[in-house]
């Protein structure tokens, strides 16, 4: 018995083999890895591209004539849905919410801040701290995506959160 454990000890054929698998292994993980968080940060972009078509659509199916958009634009919900499934990510991403209109002014920091809804629209941005400025009309289109990893449980993709949600802004006057 100890003459047949001093012989597989010598015997070096194979090492290679089991070194072979575990650095395949190795490797194979922090691909499948670098895979879904490739295809995460895609969605993500991808995810913002469409709310921002959706806001530019908005701005198209709605002229200056037809503010607030969401009073007076009947096409509203129909273009910016259409435009938003129009993206690579299609049918998966969806309106998240109503699309919304508020007036909103600049404040002395130069942030963007809610100022009023539409039934109030105040006369200057003075409570903001610029008083010389109009307060603007702005609408805004949220959007939500479920993201699903592919190698669910494998790689870190199974820690992002699964719903991606996006805002876009659009300055309607």
């Known amino acids: 018995m100890i003459r047949l454990i001093r012989r597989l000890r010598a015997d070096q054929r194979g090492v290679a083999a089991v070194e072979m698998a575990l650095v395949t292994g190795f490797f194979s993980v922090a691909m499948f890895n670098a895979v879904e968080v490739g295809r995460y940060a895609y969605i993500l972009m991808e995810a913002e591209q469409a709310t921002q078509v959706g806001a530019q659509a908005a701005y198209v199916a709605c002229d200056t004539q037809h503010v607030p958009a969401t009073q007076n634009c009947q096409g509203l919900n129909a273009a910016v849905t259409t435009a938003i499934h129009g993206t690579s990510l299609g049918t998966n991403v969806s309106l998240n919410g109503a699309i919304s209109e508020g007036y909103y002014c600049i404040n002395s920091s130069n942030a963007l801040v809610y100022a009023s809804d539409l039934a109030s629209k105040p006369a200057d941005c003075s409570a903001y701290g610029n008083p010389g400025l109009a307060p603007v009309l702005y609408l805004q289109v949220h959007t939500t995506y479920t993201y699903a990893?592919?190698?669910?449980?494998?790689?870190?993709?199974?820690?992002?959160?699964?719903?991606?949600?996006?805002?876009?802004?659009?300055?309607?006057?």
């Open 149 to 173: 990893p592919i190698f669910t449980g494998f790689t870190i993709a199974s820690t992002f959160p699964t719903s991606v949600q996006k805002t876009a802004w659009m300055r309607m006057l």
